[in-house]
């Protein structure tokens, strides 16, 4: 149990495009979610926190309108890049917690290799 | 904020040697401990938690130590197999939240 799922897993896109990254909760009904971020040869940065149905909370330095995430149902969060930019290029990786507070355990996606030209 | 440093950054040892993983975290407050292991271009997955109402948590070969009073948790891993090579991360809960705070990272390399 507790399989996260992540799509797509590889994206290119041009410069300025905006590009939609979903996250799904396969066999539990994950309360959390939480949107990452990891560099080559880098530890997780977390971007943002993701409960059903109330607005996303961001990390210090994330931009919320570059940003953007949609927490709709208990199986699906979306990360959605707008007006990328070549320095926006990273793995993109979420994870999914059945707790809306306490230290329940997060389960990871596959992660999502974005590439902007 | 909650800091987390894990040591070492790199870990060679010879299959079937044991491996240990070092963290240390600053927030007191901090009550779970997972460990995760992160192969080459995927998403990392939990080879074993701990929580702050234990001392030791073992499955099969991987176990974990807390000490609460020194800060610190370390992983064990017996009989190294080649398959454990990867890149392992421990992370330590934000208070008694939800969030986590991420370790560096270990490349452990099990070398035949």
């Known amino acids: 149990g507790a399989v996260v799922s992540q799509h797509p897993s590889r994206v290119i896109c041009k410069s300025g495009t905006s590009v939609k990254i979903e996250c799904r909760s396969l066999?539990?009904?994950?309360?959390?979610m939480f949107w990452y971020r990891q560099f080559p040869k880098q530890s997780l940065m977390l971007m943002a926190t993701s409960n059903e149905g109330s607005k996303a909370t961001y990390e210090q330095g994330v931009e919320k309108d570059k940003f953007l995430i949609n927490h709709a149902s208990l199986t699906l969060s979306t990360l959605t890049v707008t007006s990328a930019h070549p320095e926006d290029s990273s793995f993109y990786i979420c994870?999914?917690?059945?707790?809306?507070?306490?230290?329940?355990?997060?389960?990871f996606g596959p992660g999502t290799r974005l590439t902007v030209l | 904020g909650e800091n987390v440093e894990q040591h070492p950054s790199t870990l060679s040892v010879q299959e079937g040697d044991s491996a240990v993983i070092k963290c240390t975290y600053s927030d007191s407050a901090s009550n779970h401990f997972p460990w995760y292991k992160q192969e080459l271009g995927k998403g990392p997955q939990l080879i074993i938690d701990i929580r702050s109402n234990v001392g030791e948590k073992k499955d099969q070969r991987i176990a974990v130590t807390l000490n609460k009073t020194a800060k610190h948790f370390s992983l064990h891993i017996t009989e190294t197999q080649p398959e454990d090579s990867a890149v392992y991360f421990c992370a330590a809960s934000l208070g008694g939240g939800n969030k986590l705070t991420f370790g560096t990272g270990t490349q452990l390399k099990v070398e035949l």
């Open positions: 066999d539990f009904q994950a309360t959390t």
């Open positions: 994870s999914a917690s059945r707790s809306l507070a306490g230290p329940d355990t997060q389960y």
